[in-house]
């Protein structure tokens, strides 16, 4: 046998030193000057630590119909400025319908319209059009939708005051949530959930609401519902005639606290304008006293209170006999806006903190005894080579975890299912190679020839057995979620990290033994 | 040590007509048991879509009194059950129409802290999987399976041949359905782990199969340089013998450590072990049994038996 190239021991030596200086920040904390990318523990995933995972798909369509509606009302501003007369303007899906009186209004109109919509397509004549939003831009619309959602997202989970949450885009309209450590899983979702939109529209005093009711809603008006109570037994919405257009929104709050509104000693919130809003706020206030301004949050009447005189604050409380919390809630979500578009929660998962423990426990006893019984075994049938066959499942084991800490992957409960199936099939290298051996030596081959060819012989089916096993890890990874993944990522890293120290580590150890004792007689396998 | 003669002889090929029947039985009864009229696989809301609460009790709750607190909300119809212990308690609810879903866990969690008290109960797990999702999750799911098994067709055919390939693939397919059968029998449910393991079964499957196959390739390339070849049924079979003591050696040691994960890992992760244990036990008789007779017979070199040739040589 050749003398064991220097090189490769230098190489494992190396490994071994930077397995154990990367390992190490998961046991205890590191020292300062410890290299920094050898310094970060594994990530644990939700599963083991706890805390709410929740995908959220955002309805983009809507936010499509809004952009839509919004230039609808830009239609109606231009058309009113140029004094064309028009006998229908409505918004259907992506498209604006528009009708004009007289057809001969035609080509002006269309002059004015397409430079006023240059995202849309046209299409009409004798004083017809379709309006249509492009593909692009309504691809644009839908991706700014998600993008705001998440920013939206983003501001009222921190305002829970948990630590790493992520907010992250998931496929095309959906959004990852996940809050470790947060249990409260009600509260997360009702955080998410709401669409925040606030809007401030005034009271039709001079409206009849009954004639409303009955289905003659003045021009111009809207009736909205307040919120589900109990009267007389029976569950009732107050209804409200209320004027279109909107004369606030929640956009223009700078922010939102809670308060206690001194009437009744009820918890409430307290808005606060921005310049802009403070200064409409002022104007409105001013020219309707005595009249009624509907506070309409999230499509439902909160309340109508009677303007009693001018405000000029810029300040306006939101009262409706909350608890401390909706209080609370209600606030973190007026601060951070309204969504975009309605979101929907899709998918949960959330761990409580007491499984997680138990996750980490159980997985890390089935670990152990995993391997302590594998020891055991192959060193029994082994002997001396078996021992040889541990050191490197050792090693093995030490790789994975540094490997795991270095490229930040998160350690999941199948996860370390796939540590503890790594084991199993770690030693199989070592299996084949030293079958392989004792065949050599069973058809009379030298101690040290037999090593040599029984390494030699079992490297290619040790390639190919782990190469297909890698692709199905693989194709899981692909397609898996979550905690699946970390299965895929720990079968992974485990077999790339097996094939190193099964044939290369225990190479290196039997040759650097059996090196200068001149004739071996016989194997101690 | 050793506890497996390194000269074993045996007729593994010669029984391939037991192995076989063994098979077709089993594979019957894996098909006739995935019919969903008459068993089917016990899916979970991974696939179905649906909520699940998870719930630890301080004292072990009677099933009956978290159905009457939780049937105000309108969730009498839910699936009810232990989980390992008599104080582990998971509710299963499927989806209903359109309504909001995801509030079904806060609902049901709420009623339970109203009738038992905030401290006797403590919020172990939630999740819910909305009816699309779940859509989602089933096909990734199928088309995984199927991807990997492609992508292992392609490359065992580039290393090998393609009745390598082919019988490689027969030996995983056999495995897939029993493992498949044997939830579906014993209604376990199907979650995604369980596809997880299945994949990883896969892995294991092949990584066996082929380590027999190096060795029928390798001794087949010895062969053909030998002046009077052996038959290849013979080759085979001897390959199958010289890799006997590590088919079994491996499986067993993977087999411990599966165990340790079984008994010990956690409820969490009981059906994963549980396809895990199933599939490398199936897996390992079909490197064996299965995987050499298919891949000699797509290449017709089974002889035929003696009868069989007599009845050939009576034919006009």
Not at chain 1, 49 to 61: A, E, F, M, N
Not at chain 1, 261 to 279: I, W
Not at chain 1, 469 to 479: C, E, G, M, R, S
Not at chain 2, 85 to 103: A, F, L, M, T
């Amino acid at each position: 046998m050749h003398a064991y190239p220097r090189w490769k021991i230098w190489l494992i030596l190396i490994t071994l030193v930077l397995s154990v200086m990367a390992s190490l920040p998961n046991v205890t904390s590191v020292p300062s000057w410890w290299p920094s990318s050898l310094s970060k523990p594994m990530n644990l995933g939700l599963d083991l630590k706890g805390g709410i995972h929740l995908v959220v798909d955002v309805d983009v369509d809507v936010a499509v119909a809004h952009n839509v509606e919004e230039e609808v009302s830009t239609v109606r501003s231009i058309l009113r400025q140029h004094k064309i007369r028009y006998k229908k303007l409505d918004a259907k899906g992506h498209s604006i319908l528009l009708t004009l009186k007289n057809s001969s209004d035609h080509e002006k109109a269309l002059a004015l319209l397409k430079d006023a919509l240059p995202k849309y397509s046209v299409e009409g004549q004798g004083g017809s059009f379709v309006f249509t939003v492009t593909e692009a831009e309504a691809k644009e619309i839908k991706h700014n939708a998600v993008e705001q959602s998440i920013e939206v997202i983003r501001q009222r989970i921190d305002a829970l005051g948990t630590t790493e949450p992520v907010i992250a885009r998931q496929g095309e309209r959906r959004i990852l949530v996940e809050i470790p450590g947060f249990n409260d899983s009600a509260a997360a979702k009702a955080l998410i959930g709401r669409t925040a939109v606030l809007e401030f529209k005034l009271v039709d005093e001079k409206g009849d609401l009954d004639q409303a009711l009955q289905g003659n809603i003045p021009p111009g008006d809207i009736i909205v519902y307040g919120k589900e109570e109990i009267r007389n037994g029976k569950p009732f919405k107050q209804p409200y005639l209320l004027k279109k257009r909107t004369e606030l929104s929640g956009s223009l709050v700078a922010d939102a606290r809670v308060s206690i509104d001194s009437r009744y000693n009820e918890h409430a919130v307290t808005l606060k304008f921005n310049s802009k809003g403070a200064r409409t706020f002022d104007r409105l206030t001013k020219a309707h006293v005595g009249e009624r301004f509907a506070i309409i949050l999230e499509g439902e009447v909160n309340s109508a209170p009677v303007i009693r005189e001018r405000i000029s604050g810029g300040s306006a409380q939101i009262t409706g006999s909350f608890t401390a919390s909706e209080a609370h809630n209600l606030a973190i979500v007026l601060r951070a806006g309204a969504l975009p578009a309605p979101v929907k929660i899709v998918e949960e998962r959330s761990i409580g903190p007491s499984l997680g423990q138990d996750s980490i426990d159980e997985g890390f006893n089935s670990i152990i005894i995993g391997s302590i019984m594998v020891l055991i075994f192959m060193l029994i049938y082994y002997k001396l080579f078996g021992l040889v066959a541990n050191i490197a499942l050792i090693f093995n084991m030490l790789l994975i975890v540094a490997v795991m800490s270095m490229i930040g992957a998160t350690l999941t409960l199948p996860g370390m299912a796939g540590i503890v199936l790594t084991i199993g099939m770690a030693v199989d290298a070592n299996v084949l190679i030293f079958e392989r051996i004792r065949e050599e030596l069973n058809i009379g081959k030298t101690p040290l020839a037999a090593i040599d060819s029984g390494y030699a012989k079992a490297f290619s089916t040790i390639v190919d057995a782990n190469i297909t096993t890698l692709i199905a890890a693989i194709v899981l990874f692909q397609f898996g979620t979550g905690p699946v993944k970390g299965f895929a990522v720990t079968l992974s890293v485990g077999i790339i990290a097996s094939m190193f120290t099964a044939i290369m580590v225990t190479r290196a150890i039997i040759a650097l033994t059996t090196e200068n004792r001149g004739r071996i007689k016989k194997l101690s396998i | 040590m050793q506890l497996i003669n390194p000269n074993s002889k045996i007729d593994f090929l010669g029984k391939r007509k037991i192995a076989l029947g063994i098979s077709a039985f089993m594979l019957f009864i894996s098909l006739i048991a995935l019919v969903p009229s008459i068993r089917g696989l016990n899916f979970g809301i991974d696939f179905t879509g649906g909520s699940l609460v998870e719930v630890q009790f301080k004292q072990a709750p009677n099933i009956a009194d978290i159905r009457e607190a939780i049937s105000p909300a309108g969730y009498g119809h839910a699936i009810i059950q232990t989980f390992g212990s008599p104080e582990e308690i998971i509710i299963r609810v499927q989806n209903k129409g359109n309504s909001d879903s995801s509030s079904v866990s806060t609902a049901i969690l709420s009623a339970l802290k109203n009738k038992f008290g905030d401290q006797q109960i403590d919020m172990r797990r939630v999740e819910f999987v909305g009816p699309q999702v779940g859509e989602e999750l089933t096909k990734a799911g199928i088309s995984a399976v199927g991807i990997a098994m492609l992508a292992i067709l392609v490359y065992v055919t580039f290393r090998f041949e393609l009745r390598f390939a082919l019988g490689a693939d027969a030996a995983l397919l056999h495995d897939v359905m029993i493992v498949l059968g044997v939830f579906a029998l014993l209604g376990k449910e199907f979650s995604l782990p369980v596809v997880a393991a299945i994949l990883a079964v896969i892995g294991y499957s092949l990584n066996d199969t082929i380590v027999v196959f190096d060795r029928i390739r390798e001794n087949l390339a010895a062969n053909s340089k030998l002046k009077n070849p052996l038959d290849e049924v013979d080759v085979c079979n001897a390959s199958v013998n010289q890799t006997l003591s590590r088919t079994l050696m491996t499986s067993f040691t993977t087999l411990l450590v599966v165990f340790a994960l079984f008994f010990l890992g956690g409820e969490v992760i009981h059906g994963f072990a549980f396809a895990l244990l199933v599939g490398i036990g199936v897996g390992t008789y079909s490197s064996i049994f299965i995987a050499s007779p298919i891949m000699l017979s797509l290449a017709g070199r089974f002889r035929s038996s003696d009868e069989e040739l007599a009845e050939m040589d009576a034919r006009p």
